[in-house]
């Protein structure tokens, strides 16, 4: 039990870190515009790095949300409306074979899409205005500090790598479904009064 309060409230803590890191990546390349480009890439990269970590967290956490919420619509539930008729007559027997033998019920892209869309897409689309802004009024900005024998165009095209390679992620990565749907969808009502994964 300690553990599973543990995995839930460290979910977002990573967040917390980008948030914090991403302010002040943004404050030190308005206060010195000759660095900025370096500030920026370097806030965009670490945000991967820090999104990279949420998503493994996430994946540990919905494994004890599937779980919760199997025993919720079974028994929980049940208890409650004076019946004992489950959607899914093996859900024991799940809940058992998932105690005893873990597995994830995400893959690790779909856990990076969820985390990305929940939150990290705010802070990326900030970076990336930051970035535009400067192009903008820098038009004339020279070569990356201590990297002067690269092409003057290359950060640009490596932000533009960054971007449509997330882009490519949040468009074509499958949708995670809800714990609940995985378990037991109904054909008839799919989805239908379940909340989305990430709320």
Do not use: K
């Amino acid at each position: 039990r300690r553990q599973r309060q543990m995995c839930i409230r460290d979910r977002d803590t990573t967040t917390n870190w980008a948030i914090v890191a991403t302010l002040a990546i943004l404050t030190t390349s308005l206060q010195n515009p000759q660095f900025a480009r370096e500030a920026l890439m370097l806030g965009m990269f670490s945000n991967i790095v820090f999104l990279t970590i949420e998503a493994r967290r996430f994946r540990f956490f919905d494994v004890w949300r599937a779980r919760v919420r199997m025993l919720e619509e079974n028994f929980y539930g049940g208890i409650l409306r004076r019946d004992q008729a489950s959607p899914d007559s093996a859900w024991g027997t799940q809940v058992a074979d998932d105690l005893l033998c873990p597995r994830f019920h995400l893959t690790r892209i779909q856990a990076f899409r969820a985390r990305l869309m929940r939150n990290f897409r705010f802070i990326f689309l900030f970076l990336l205005l930051a970035w535009i802004g400067h192009r903008l009024s820098h038009r004339d900005a020279a070569h990356l500090v201590g990297l002067e024998g690269l092409p003057i165009w290359l950060p640009d095209m490596m932000v533009l790598a960054l971007y449509l390679g997330l882009a490519g992620v949040a468009i074509f990565t499958p949708r995670a479904e809800a714990p609940e749907i995985s378990y037991f969808a109904d054909p008839e009502h799919p989805g239908e009064d379940i909340s989305t994964l990430d709320v």
